[in-house]
Nanobody, 117 residues
Framework: QVQLVESGGGLVQAGGSLRLSCAAS????????MRWFRQAPGQEREFVAR????????LYADSVKGRFTISRDNTKNTVYLQMNSLKPDDTATYYC??????????WGQGTQVTVSS
C-alpha cells in the first residue's frame, strides 16, 4: 500500500504561484508513475500532469502547459507541482496519484487551491 498526502494548497491571487507537494509513505515512489489531477466543484476530475518513475518525458494537460511543472525527488519520496501564472479557472481540489504507465492505483485526499480574480 502507498499512502499519499498532498500539501501546499491555499488562496492566491490570479497571476500568483503555488507549489504543491505529495509525500508518500508505505512504499518508495521510485517505482511509480505519478500524476496530478484536479476537480472543480460540479465538474469531473481531470488530468493535470504526469511524470515517469525516472522523471523523463513529463506530460501535461493543454490547459496547464507552460505554466505548471511536475517534478519528483525519489530520495524524499515526494512529488511536486509548481503552478505559476495561476488563473481563476485553476481553482479546484488537487489530487496526486501513483500507478503505472497505464493506470492509477493510489490516491491522496487532495488539497484545495483557490485562485481569486
Amino acid at each position: 500500500q502507498v499512502q499519499l498526502v498532498e500539501s501546499g494548497g491555499g488562496l492566491v491571487q490570479a497571476g500568483g504561484s503555488l507549489r504543491l507537494s505529495c509525500a508518500a509513505s508505505g512504499r518508495t515512489l521510485s517505482r511509480y508513475y505519478m500524476r496530478w489531477f484536479r476537480q472543480a466543484p460540479g465538474q469531473e476530475r481531470e488530468f493535470v500532469a504526469r511524470i515517469s518513475w525516472s522523471g523523463d518525458n513529463p506530460l501535461y494537460a493543454d490547459s496547464v502547459k507552460g505554466r505548471f511543472t511536475i517534478s519528483r525527488d525519489n530520495t524524499k519520496n515526494t512529488v511536486y507541482l509548481q503552478m505559476n501564472s495561476l488563473k481563476p479557472d485553476d481553482t479546484a481540489t488537487y489530487y496526486c496519484a501513483a500507478g503505472d504507465v497505464g493506470s492509477t492505483n493510489y490516491w491522496g485526499q487532495g488539497t484545495q487551491v483557490t485562485v481569486s480574480s
